[in-house]
């Protein structure tokens, strides 16, 4: 308080203000341009949400809610139904959760905890070099090289293994050996969002202040307790980000799946069987389609966006409650 | 004197360059390889370049109900009446032929024979294993494994897909009112693979299995392939010669626009899935220099481009369909009614 009365009882001098102006211009006009970029992130959001809907909306006029729960896809009799696609993407990407997350916090505590300095740097290198390679490198590698590998030694034995007992032999069973489908497309995926999340959460845990590990040791923990008790919880909010960044991205993603998902429009009660995912789909249709397919395949399109939007919201939310405590 | 030269240059200046003007054209991809071939001889020869996008079948004939394209180019021949609607004059150009691939250790290519009511049947999930009796029945002595078939088909809309469905349609009642004839269809059984690249690695893979490809990607990769029993009852081998004896006993003008199948064609020789790739024009476009040039184009390829094309084992029509196509080009005119071509 007395400071402000100090500085009214000072005279004003006109100089400073004199040399604030043209600053004062600046920021004005910075203010307004970078709103106007964070505008067009609205605008542009906005413009491809509506026009997903009016391209879509034929479709969802016409079969209505049986949209999203019918299983048919057949352009002969104009039939379109996006529940496999559905199922096919949420499966693939919670198979790719599975895989991926355990593996990329393994590989981010080994790097800021374990690793030796010496072999720190080309491990983190080579993982950011994994981000960079292009999706339709992981789906021909998928094709070409998995696949084959993964029909000859997992697939096989598998369903030699599990044939005839109930449940297991439904799920794990695949009546053609093929090596392409929603598991393949899972660990393809988990391949893929693994380097996203790894090297977010090494980040991220290289920002912990050192004193707070030290300390813990201080008193005597286990590495396993400075991770679990100290590490962790830290870094908790950021992780979950990272985990959703990776999950959006095995959501959406169309050509490495579209290689190794097998590419059928049906539902299957076994995850070794093919299937095909909201993206496949719409890169494998899209060329050809006309009127209603198209407006459909832009339904298809529409139910991903929301699909993705509903996850995003989920991660806020448990960001916001991880942050509470 | 000197000034009227200069803009006589000019003016000659930017008629030429309005001459060499490329070609625009787009839509389907299976002929996409002869196009280009010939573009480049095309240009060589005349000048004039040909700018074609191999966006799908479906692309192409919606860029051509745009109008913002001179030619769309499509696998599958659209129907009579959709061509009035849209007042399009339809063609062919070449035509190719589809084979089954197959990989079945211990059968050699070409020794295997099928039916199309067998294709039909496997593809349908009613026919699961190699050893089925159906399929000894037209095998003889050839030793079939006891193994589950695995049919692979195209996951990308195709017009590939759209030949080999017309010709299952033909030859089966059951698979015509059950699944149908299209780019894609509801396949009940099977994995599907995208393109010919796609279908063929599948096929590679996959033991036991047999998928569909076009008969060039066939030769070029090598591919093991099954023969089947064509209208008269033989068992021809897939070559350019089969497939032209398709094309020789078919009726062209039973359909508008040449839009017919020649899938399950007589002849004791004839290929059972063949068929013609297309192209649809304007009857009366908006630029009708624009469609003169590619009418120009397509007639000189006619002219000059069977050996390219058969270069490319893609088979090049007989020669009197061709006149028949160059009459059918009267029907496109300019405004004031006369034909372009």
Known sequence: MTAVTDMTSIPAAPKPVARRTPKATFDVVFRNASFLAALLVLALLAGIMLSMIVGGWPAFREFGLGFITSSVWDTQNEQYGAWPAIVGTLSTALIALVIGVPLSLGIAVFLTQLAPPWFKKPVATAIELLAAVPSIIYGMWGLFVFAPLFAAYVQIPLSNLVEGIPVVGTILYSRSPSGLGIFTAGIILAFMIVPFIASITRDMLEQIPSVLRESAYGIGATTWEVVRHVLVPQAGVSIIGAIMLGLGRALGETMAVTFVVGNANRLSASILDPGSTIASRIANEFNEALGLQLNSLIALGCILFFVTFVVLVIARLLVARVKKF | ?341
């Open chain 2, 1 to 341: 004197m000197r000034k009227i030269l200069v803009l006589a240059a000019v003016a000659a200046g930017i008629a030429g360059s309005a001459q060499a003007a490329d070609i625009t054209g787009a839509g389907a991809t299976f002929p996409f390889p002869i196009y280009s071939k010939w573009a480049e001889a095309y240009q060589k020869a005349t000048g004039t370049g040909l700018n074609y996008q191999s966006i799908g079948s479906g692309g192409g004939i919606r860029q051509i109900k745009a109008k913002t394209v001179a030619f769309g180019a499509s696998d599958a021949p659209l129907k009579g009446e959709d061509l009035a609607k849209d007042g399009l004059v339809q063609f062919p150009t070449v035509m190719g032929g589809v084979v089954p691939a197959v990989n079945i250790a211990g059968v050699e290519p070409g020794k295997l024979k099928l039916s199309g009511d067998v294709l039909a049947g496997i593809y349908m999930g009613e026919i699961k294993k190699w050893n089925d009796p159906k399929i000894v029945a037209l095998n003889g002595d050839l030793k079939l494994p006891d193994a589950n078939i695995n049919p692979v088909y195209r996951s990308d809309g195709s017009g590939t897909t759209f030949v080999f469905t017309d010709y299952l349609s033909k030859v089966s009642a059951e698979w015509k009112s059950k699944i149908g004839n299209n780019t894609s269809v509801q396949w009940p059984v099977g994995i599907g693979g995208k393109g010919n690249e796609g279908v063929s690695a599948s096929v590679k893979q996959v033991a036991n299995s047999i998928g569909y490809v076009e008969y060039a990607y066939a030769k070029q990769n090598k591919l093991s392939y099954a023969l089947i029993k064509n209208h008269d009852g033989n068992f021809p081998m897939p070559t350019i010669e089969a497939f032209q004896a398709a094309a020789a006993n078919a009726n062209w003008k039973e359909q508008p626009g040449f839009g017919i199948s020649l899938n399950n064609q007589k002849g004791k020789d004839a290929w059972p899935i063949t068929s013609a790739t297309f192209i649809l024009v304007h009857a009366k476009p908006e630029k009708p220099e624009e469609v003169q040039a590619a009418l120009k184009f397509f007639d000189w390829a006619y002219k000059n481009g069977d050996k390219l094309a058969s270069d490319l084992d893609y088979v090049p029509l007989p020669s009197n369909v061709k006149d028949e196509i160059r009459t059918a080009w009267k029907g496109v005119t300019d405004n004031s009614g006369k034909p372009i071509f």
